[in-house]
């Protein structure tokens, strides 16, 4: 059975920074496309950022496109999600998903592309 635990998340002022880790468990970490989506209050869940199975692929939201960096860790089956320059509008709940054993390309991803979910992490960012 696939566990993605996320941590990380928080408090933090606009302008501030924050990453994210996602510890999985019960798969073949290093096999599989991760990523990341999130869910603002009231509004429905948005694709943030892909990576491929070996971290040489990415790709990210317009939204967060040059302020958000995803990344892996293959060795300790945990993908990461630094986020810089933290604005208000970037406040949800930050799930790490799953996707399959290859990399969909560098377009923006739904729901339906990925397997397992984690229970999502808080992420606040005050004006």
């Known amino acids: 059975q696939v566990q993605l635990v996320e941590s990380g998340g928080g408090l933090v002022q606009a302008g501030g920074s924050l990453r994210l880790s996602c510890a999985a468990s019960?798969?073949?970490?290093?096999?599989?496309?991760m990523g990341w989506f999130r869910q603002a209050p009231g509004k429905e869940r948005e694709f943030v950022a892909v990576?491929?199975?070996?971290?040489?692929?990415?790709f990210y939201a317009d939204s967060v496109k040059g302020r958000f960096t995803i990344s892996r860790d293959n060795a300790k089956n945990t993908v990461y999600l630094q986020m810089n320059s933290l604005k208000p509008e970037d406040t949800a709940v930050y799930y790490c998903?799953?996707?399959?054993?290859?990399?969909?390309?560098?377009?923006?991803?739904?729901?339906?592309?990925?397997?397992?979910w984690g229970q999502g992490t808080q992420v606040t960012v005050s004006s």
């Open positions: 019960g798969l073949t970490f290093s096999m599989y496309t």
């Open positions: 998903v799953q996707g399959g054993t290859f990399f969909g390309g560098s377009r923006y991803y739904t729901e339906a592309d990925f397997h397992s």
């Open positions: 990576i491929s199975w070996s971290g040489g692929n990415t």
